[in-house]
Structures are given as structure tokens and as C-alpha cells.
């Protein structure tokens, strides 16, 4: 997928008082398709990541942001079946919606993008115009296994293998909905499917390894998973974990992931996230729970995968004991 696209700034008065010049940059997109990401854009037909790279109009970017930046950073764009286009300029977040085009691609022949945004700035508003072109066609000289094909044998990590091949997630994430599959790598590197651990009741958690809560809940889990396997119930905790604060839709190296893991004793999976997290759990806990995205957030499946509930932050483990205890005795 390529693309070349021209966005133009235009400051009202107010923002002009505050020293803003209306002015333009210029970025060119080139991207390869990307497997297993359908969490970032459930409505693409093609996703790709690639590199964004100025072509003109750094200093009008930098005035714009308030900050500096580099020459090429990574983006994602996505096209829709229906011709919608999907966009985001940081790594494995989710992408929003920015527009639709005429005419068709997939053939190489470019067609014409426009989108518009208005923003508040210095003192006054500014509008943020972009056109250009994009593109994709299939590049024959590169081919891409299959991301979702099955799995040679058992997990190395000796996970359970209960995937029932029937179960189907919506990424409108509701209360009773079947959480949509993921497969992400575990520490034993290997890709593993959420929904192998049908069966369990299992605890979805998203941590960074730089969060205080993230860590109280990691130094009780194996204490939680002792006191819910006593009383007969086959639990399980999936850690989510992403690259730090400051960086959370970023996967962690393999390090970070063995120093969690060994600092707490954890016998359960701890995944790579890939955004999973980050583009799931946000707009539910909001709508069940009023409550802003935060870490850790963590959800509760019952054993067909259906999503109990959910929450923010940590105290201590009795709210997920109670959850899942209310779940049983229904």
C-alpha cells in the first residue's frame, strides 16, 4: 500500500493572535500487509504497516504538535470493502476512520483521499486539511504464511488445547459476548489462542511492568489461583503485557517479560500484547463501568468465553472472586 498525501493547516484569528501561520507537510506511506491485527481495524479488508516519511514541511508539523519529530515514524492504514479508509501514525493502536474514496484500487491505480478535522489551539481553532493519493496492489514476490493456521502439536508451555472451533467474538465488545480470539506469544515463545483455555473461567489482565498497581495484582495472582483451584474452580490468568507506560499499545522484549515472570513466581501465560488490550478494553469498561481506561484493566470470562464483567486498577482480588462465585451460582 502506498500513498502521498499533502495536509494543510489554516489557523482562525484567535490562533493567529497566538503566532500560528497557516502552512502545509507532505508525507509518503509505504506499507506491507500485516496478519492477526484485525483487533486495530475489525472493518479492514487489508491492513498494513509501513513507513511515513516527510517530503516537505517538517517546521509547519513541529509548530503544529509542539514538539520535534523524526523524519519517517511508523503508520498504519486500512481499507474497507465499502471504500473506508482507516488510519493511525502510532505503533499497533487501534485505527480510526478518516474518510471514504471513489473509484477502486487494488490494481495499483491510485484514487483520491480527503479528510478534514478541526482542532483547538492557541487560543483559537485550527483547520487541518488533508488530500492526496493511495494505492495497493499484491506484491507477488512476497508471500505471507498463514497467521491463523493451526498448530503443529501441543503448547511447549504445556498449556490446555480446548479451542472448540465454533466460537465466534464480536470487537463491540459487550457483556455476554464471546471474546474475539487472539494469538499472542507466551513465554515460552509460542503463539497461543485465547481461545484454547475454554473450559476455565479466565482473567484477562493488561499490565505494564512500570505500574505499582500492575504489580500488587501480578504478586497475588498465584495466591488467587490457589484459592479458587481449592474451592474446584478451573481458573486461569492471561497477563497481557505491553511495553511500559510510556509506550503501552508496544510489545515488550522478551527480557521484560522473563523479569515479570521470575519477580513473581507466575506459572500462567504471560502474552506479548500486540494493542489487543488497548483496542479492546478500553470503550467497554467505560460503558459498563463509567470508569477511563487505565493500568491494570482486566476482564473476566466465563468457561465458553463469554465476558462476565470488568474493571480498573487493583486493590486485591476479592471483587474477581466475587464476579466469578456469582457467575457459578447462577
Known sequence: MSASVTWTLSYDSGAEAGGYTDCSYSRDYDGLQAQGFEHLCPDCAVITRGDATFTDGVDCFEAFTGSPTDATR?????????????RTGADQAPMGELTTFSGSSGDGSPVSVAWESTYEIGGGNVTLSAAGTLSWEEDGDTILTDFWGPRAGPYACEWECNDPGDLAGDYDLQTG???????????????????DFAGSYVVLDTSQFDCGPCRSMAQTEEAFLEEMRSRGVAVRVLTLMGDGLSDPYGTPDASTVDWWINEYGLTDPVLYDRGYASALFPQYIYDST?????????????????????????????AVIDIIEDDRAR
Do not use: K
Open 290 to 318: 463509567g470508569e477511563d481506561f487505565g493500568y491494570p484493566a482486566w476482564l473476566v470470562l466465563d468457561p465458553q468465553m463469554r465476558v462476565i464483567s470488568g474493571n480498573v486498577g487493583f486493590s486485591s482480588w476479592d
Open 74 to 86: 511508523v503508520e498504519w492504514w486500512g481499507v474497507t470493502a465499502a471504500g473506508g479508509l482507516h
Open 177 to 195: 459476548d464471546v471474546m474475539p480470539n487472539f494469538r499472542l506469544q507466551d513465554q515460552c515463545g509460542e503463539w497461543v489462542d485465547l481461545h
